[in-house]
Every structure is written in C-alpha cells, then in structure tokens.
C-alpha cells in the first residue's frame, strides 16, 4: 500500500510563497506520475500541477501557471519526493492541498487517481 505524506503547508500573507512536500512510500513502478490538486472550503477539488515519472514533462492548471511549479526528486532509495513551490500567494490559494499518483500526467488531469495523500492546509491571509 503506497503512502502519500504531504508537509509544508501553513499561514501566510498574500505576496509570500510556501514550498509543499510529498512524500510517497515505498516507491512503486517508476512510471508513477505525481501530482498536486487543492480543496477550497465548499468547493470541488480541482487539479493543480502533475509531472511524469522522470519529471520531463509537467502541466498546470491555467489559474496558477507562472505561480506554481512542481518538481520531484526520485534520487532517494526508497521514497519518492514531489514538491509544489507556490509563489505570490493570493488569498484565493486557501486551500486544502493533496497529493496524487497516478499512471500519468494525462491520467492525473482526468482525475484518474491511483492514491491520495491526508493533505496539507495553506491558510494565505489578505
């Protein structure tokens, strides 16, 4: 049983920036793509960012391009780590973020989800 472990989330003022972690344990086949989608208090969760298993090819839902940038390193033995740098938070970022696998970063956008991590709350203050 795969476990997503997210960390790093927190208050923060509009403007500043937070960098997101995911841990994913024990690591599975080597095409697992990562991704991130967030939970605003009574809406849907919505996609947010996914990269490949090698970390090549990344996407990104168009509210947050240019804020948001995903990364991961597959350098350790026995986990996975995926990271979401969030930069000139807006309070609209409030949100419950997760952290997803999935087949591949097509499959992550149409929500096809292998696991889900507990999430991680960014609170951003106005």
């Known amino acids: 049983q795969v476990q997503l472990v997210e960390s790093g989330g927190g208050l923060v003022q509009a403007g500043g920036s937070l960098r997101l972690s995911c841990a994913a344990s024990?690591?599975?086949?080597?095409?697992?793509?990562m991704g991130w989608f967030r939970q605003a208090p009574g809406k849907e969760r919505e996609f947010v960012a996914a990269?490949?298993?090698?970390?090549?090819?990344?996407?990104?839902?168009e509210s947050v391009k240019g804020r948001f940038t995903i990364s991961r390193d597959n350098a350790k033995n026995t986990v996975y780590m995926v990271y979401l740098q969030i930069n000139s938070l807006k309070p609209e970022d409030t949100a419950v973020y997760y952290c997803?696998?999935?087949?591949?970063?097509?499959?992550?956008?149409?929500?096809?989800?292998?696991?889900w991590g507990k999430g991680t709350l960014v609170t951003v203050s106005s």
């Open positions: 997803a696998e999935g087949g591949s970063t097509v499959r992550l956008r149409e929500r096809a989800i292998d696991y």
């Open positions: 990269i490949s298993s090698s970390g090549t090819i990344t996407t990104y839902a």
């Open positions: 024990p690591r599975t086949s080597s095409s697992a793509a």
